[in-house]
């Protein structure tokens, strides 16, 4: 008998993959299970918390009951998931010829880089240089002076790290007793910068499931990855214990590799966040070769009509 996360799973996927099971009806169902199952297991586990937290306190909408209905709440959306840009142009809609002038370095293929998380695409949202400058000099004169403890802040924040995460940070680096003071004053005084600095825009996208369920996995093997992956994988003779992101290398991350892996039917590629830590670490991030495939909902919290 179906779960309810079942039920809930296959109302989300048929509303959003009706186009791609017309044309790809056979490897849509099976793509269709798979992610209902998936959903069905997370439900499951967010029922359970939710009920020993209302057993605990008595209450339907402390933490748990919240994520639980939220989760409930996404089922039934039409859209894909929400995802999110970091950018130095204003627009709405994005432009294939401005790929490639962000802070990002394009290191996993050439294409529009969106993040699962907030704060990571918050990171290459541009860096005002004055700010820079000013935090390099910082810097320079802790290492002069041989503190290097505030030299690591100093270095998390010239990383692109957000105060968020520096100062999330701050127990694992083990500073205790002046260390601590000393790390605390440098936050203090690098965060005026990072506040005070020209930032650039912040944009809530939605990426169809439709596509990434179709996206090269960079870190998986290529036995786990979807049909049109494996398939293209065979031809250029990879071996399928071989990681998505041997495939990567193999086509190259220059506009000819991305041609080749768009003609083999693959939308894009999606990795895991390096950076991310504690519950963010399985957070994906998404190059997105077609920027039709994107729709931009959102620029700095204000809707996009």
Known sequence: ??????????INTAKRKGADFVQNPGTSLQQMAGNANDQARVFNQLNDQALAEMQQTNRLTGPAGQKLMQTMGQAYQ????????????IFERFDPSKIGTGEGAQMYGKGLYTA?????????????????????????????????????????????KTPEEIASSFKDMGFVGKDLIKA?????????????????????????????RRMLDYDAPLKDQPYNVRNFA???????????????MKV???????KALQDAG????????QMA???????????????EHLTVLERNAKPIK
Not at 80 to 86: D, N, R
Not at 252 to 258: L, R
Not at 277 to 291: C, L, S, T
């Open 78 to 89: 039409p859209v894909g998931m929400t995802v999110w840009h970091g950018s130095p142009h």
């Open 266 to 273: 693959i939308p894009g590629i999606k990795y895991f966040d």
């Open 184 to 212: 605390q004053k440098a936050f203090d005084d690098a965060k005026k910068l990072y506040q005070g600095q020209k930032q650039g825009s912040l944009y809530k996208v939605d990426l169809p499931d439709t596509h990434i």
């Open 277 to 291: 830590r504690g519950d963010q670490k399985n957070a994906r991030n998404f190059v997105v070769f077609d920027p």
């Open 234 to 248: 065979k031809k250029l003779g990879l071996d399928m214990n071989d990681l998505g992101g041997d495939l990567l």
């Open 1 to 10: 008998m179906p779960t309810l996360a079942d039920i809930y799973s296959a």
């Open 252 to 258: 190259g991350k220059s506009e000819e590799g991305k």
């Open 116 to 160: 699962q998380q907030q704060e990571v695409a918050k990171r290459f949202t541009p860096r005002d240089m004055n700010y820079e400058d000013q935090l390099m000099k910082k810097y320079q004169q802790a290492e002069k002076s041989g503190d290097y403890t505030s030299m690591q802040v100093y270095e998390d924040f010239l990383t692109q």
